[in-house]
């Protein structure tokens, strides 16, 4: 049971390098989400799913963007990275019924210096 | 909108004692509500949920009930141990919307 998987674990870029954040869920789910994770911050959405082929906008959007091409995957690109982009993200899964939860994967550890 | 208010933390307790965090929310309609637990270095993890008033989600001795009247789905537990240290999101999501809401997280920290 492999649920949400999360490449890379960690990583560090130079700022205006670009780099893309893959997740993958093996439960057939059709909605996803990218979330970023800041000290006293809680989680913030930064773009989501609900289908494969769509997108949409969260909170934070701003120098992200994303791409769903097939069901399973959920790309999150940085084109060019800054150091307020340093966070760690996580990835989430579910389905469309109001009273299912959200799968997440265990997170991608972001620093841009 | 919707919205979820959870107590602020840290909360400190020594092991074995009594544990509540506070969670209220503010939602149109009959959302279902969750708790989820995020240990140190990990993802969030579904810990309990309920969907309908009145209902008791409840795991690993976790319980929380869902009560329309107060707007509220506490967590509670009777005796914490050090292994439950870790960040807890209360959460909800409406039928109708894409997204969920969840609180801030509260930490929790259990001393031996």
């Known amino acids: 049971n492999a649920g949400v998987t999360q490449t890379p674990k960690f990583r560090v870029l130079k700022t205006g390098q670009s780099m893309t954040l893959l997740c993958a869920q093996d439960?057939?789910?059709?909605?996803m989400y990218w979330y970023r994770q800041d000290p006293g911050m809680g989680l913030r959405l930064i773009h989501y799913?609900?289908?494969?082929?769509?997108?949409a906008k969260g909170e934070v959007p701003d120098g992200y963007n994303v791409s769903r091409l097939k069901k399973q995957n959920f790309l999150l690109g940085l084109e060019s990275a800054a150091p307020s982009q340093t966070s760690v993200y996580f990835c989430?899964?579910?389905?469309?019924?109001?009273?299912?939860?959200?799968?997440f994967g265990s997170g991608t550890r972001l620093t841009v210096v | 909108g919707n919205s979820v208010t959870q107590m602020e933390g840290p909360v400190t307790l020594s092991e074995e004692a009594f544990l509540t965090i506070n969670c209220t929310y503010t939602?149109?309609?009959?959302?279902?509500l969750f708790w989820y637990v995020q240990y140190p270095g990990e993802g969030l993890q579904l810990l309990l949920k309920?969907?309908?008033?009145?209902d008791k989600g409840s795991n690993k001795g976790f319980e929380a009930t869902y009560r329309k009247e107060t707007t509220s789905f506490h967590l509670e537990k009777g005796s914490v141990q050090v292994s439950d240290s870790a960040v807890y999101f209360c959460?909800?999501?409406?039928?109708?919307?894409?997204?969920?809401?969840f609180g801030r997280g509260t930490s929790l920290i259990v001393h031996p």
């Open positions: 959460a909800l999501r409406s039928g109708g919307s894409y997204i969920p809401t």
């Open positions: 799913s609900v289908g494969e082929g769509t997108t």
């Open positions: 309920a969907t309908k008033a009145d």
């Open positions: 989430a899964s579910s389905e469309p019924q109001g009273n299912y939860g959200y799968t």
């Open positions: 939602a149109t309609g009959y959302p279902s």
């Open positions: 439960m057939n789910h059709e909605y």
